[in-house]
Structure formats: structure tokens, C-alpha cells
């Protein structure tokens, strides 16, 4: 594990493994850390040394001298290419891999923008970021979104109540209303909600230029949907899809919670 000392935002801090030789630099979903792909032993970590980056607000990474106001008002994107830009000052200039979960997604399309040229796989699993998810974008770009997300994240009983409502009109399924209660049942955890999303509310690619960007360049592109999932379904990411003609696409019979052993199994078996 490292640091990256990156100026202007603070330290953000990664994880190491894996028992293959070609660097692959990994992002999270929310409420996890770098180590979250951990359990593809036996599929992706047998190909790859896997650099897994805490989010701001998860893990060890922390964020140095920025204010409330200056959280809320997001990260810019040029941030993603300064993370890269301190990886190679340690490990020096060299091609490598992308992959994201959830919204981990949006940080390694936006490296796909920029460092298209030394990029040979792109993996992304229930990806946020290629195509616009109505929710979060009330919630952080929205006024009347962004107030309520405050007022919510501040309050002891409404986080719960909404939480609850949703799954009752079925618009989170058990998995997705476990993961999220579980991550605002404390002030603090409330509060890291709210700055995570928008910190993070600027990170959006250009899908149009990321898919020319992988046909030019001949990236390797594996896109992994869980059939049950709410928040980011195949169907919403068609047009992406259908702009990369060789990606490789699965669907597998799974929710929104993709990363587990499960998933590990169904990449083994590809292989046979």
C-alpha cells in the first residue's frame, strides 16, 4: 500500500495485490475501500497487480485544507489526472489497466480521456457514469435536490424513513436498502454520504468521446451488469454499449452487489 501526495487535494491513499504482473489501477463503490476487489482471487487478481484507491471520505485517503463550501461545490476533474500524473512519479510511465465498480466507474472513464493512448483494458462492474443516474443528479445539481440531500443527511429519522419508502414503492431492492441504512445510521457516516457525493458530483466522463477513445486505441473493454440491479441497469447503458462494438458484455443473474465470490466464479468459468 501508498500514498500519493497530490497537490491541492491531499493524500490519497491505495492498496496493493494480486499475483499478476500487469498494474491495473482499481475504484471502489461507495462505502468500501481499495480493497474491495480483494475477492477475485482467482480471475482478475490472477492477471493483474491491482492498485485499489480509497475514495476521499473511505479508507485512509484524506482530503488537506478543503473547506465545506469547497466539498460541496465538487472536485474538479483535472484532480483524476493529477492522481495519475503522482502514480507515475512512483512506479514511472508505463501502460496499465483500468478498472471501476459502481461509482468508482466515473474515475477510470475519465483516465480513459486522458491516457487513452497507454491504456490496454478498461473493466467496469454495475458502472456509474455512462448514463446519467436521475437520482444523483437531483441530488447534487438539482436546488431543490441538493436541499433536500442536506436536510436529510442532517436528520437522525428522515435518512431511515426515505430509505424505507423507497424499498416500499420497490425503487431499492433488500440488498441495496441493507448496504445504504447501513452506511447512515450515524451522524458521521450521514455526513460522509453527503460530502462523498458531492465531492464527486464534477467527475462525470464524456461517454461519447471514451467510446471513440476505445475504438481508436483498440482497448480491451469488459462490461459486467447485474441483472437485478435498480441503480445502474444494462438497459440504461444500451447506447454506450452499442457505440463499442467489441466490448464484451455480461449481464449475470445478480443485484447491484456484483463484487463477491459469486462474480469471481463467473469469470473463472469464462475462461474454461
Known amino acids: 500500500m501508498g500514498f500519493l501526495d497530490i497537490p491541492g487535494l491531499g493524500k490519497a491513499h491505495y492498496h496493493e495485490y494480486g499475483s499478476g504482473s ?40 484524506k482530503l ?26 512512483l512506479h514511472g510511465k508505463q501502460r496499465f489497466s483500468v478498472m471501476g465498480y459502481s461509482i468508482g466507474a466515473n474515475i477510470a472513464l475519465l483516465l480513459v480521456e486522458e491516457y487513452a493512448d497507454l491504456i490496454d483494458e478498461v473493466i467496469l462492474m454495475a458502472p456509474d457514469g455512462l448514463s446519467v443516474y436521475k437520482g444523483f443528479h437531483f441530488l447534487t445539481y438539482q436546488p431543490v ?29 433488500d440488498g441495496l436498502y441493507q448496504i445504504a441504512y447501513n452506511e447512515i ?8 454520504v453527503y460530502y462523498t457525493l458531492n465531492l464527486i458530483r464534477l467527475l462525470k466522463p464524456d461517454t461519447n468521446k471514451v467510446a471513440e477513445l476505445i475504438n481508436q486505441h483498440h482497448i480491451k473493454c469488459r462490461l459486467i451488469f447485474g441483472k437485478h440491479d435498480n441503480l445502474f441497469p444494462m438497459k440504461a447503458a444500451l447506447p454506450f454499449i452499442n457505440s463499442v462494438p467489441n466490448a464484451e458484455v455480461h449481464e449475470v443473474n445478480m443485484g447491484h452487489w456484483l463484487v463477491t465470490k459469486q462474480l469471481d466464479e463467473y469469470l473463472v468459468n469464462l475462461q474454461q
Open 22 to 61: 500487469k498494474p491495473l489501477l482499481a475504484f471502489h463503490g461507495y462505502g468500501m475501500t481499495g480493497r474491495q476487489f480483494h475477492v477475485l482471487e482467482n480471475s482478475i487478481l490472477q492477471e493483474y497487480h491491482v492498485y485499489g484507491f480509497d475514495h476521499f471520505f473511505h479508507g485512509e485517503s
Open 185 to 192: 445510521d450515524t451522524e458521521q457516516k450521514r455526513q460522509d
Open 64 to 89: 488537506s485544507g478543503w473547506t465545506e463550501q469547497q466539498i460541496i461545490e465538487g472536485m474538479p476533474k483535472t484532480m483524476i489526472k493529477a492522481h495519475l500524473e503522482e502514480w507515475f512519479k
Open 145 to 173: 435536490g441538493r436541499y433536500m440531500f442536506k436536510t436529510v443527511t442532517k436528520s437522525k429519522w428522515l435518512a431511515p424513513a426515505l430509505l424505507k419508502n423507497l424499498k416500499k414503492v420497490r425503487f431499492i431492492d
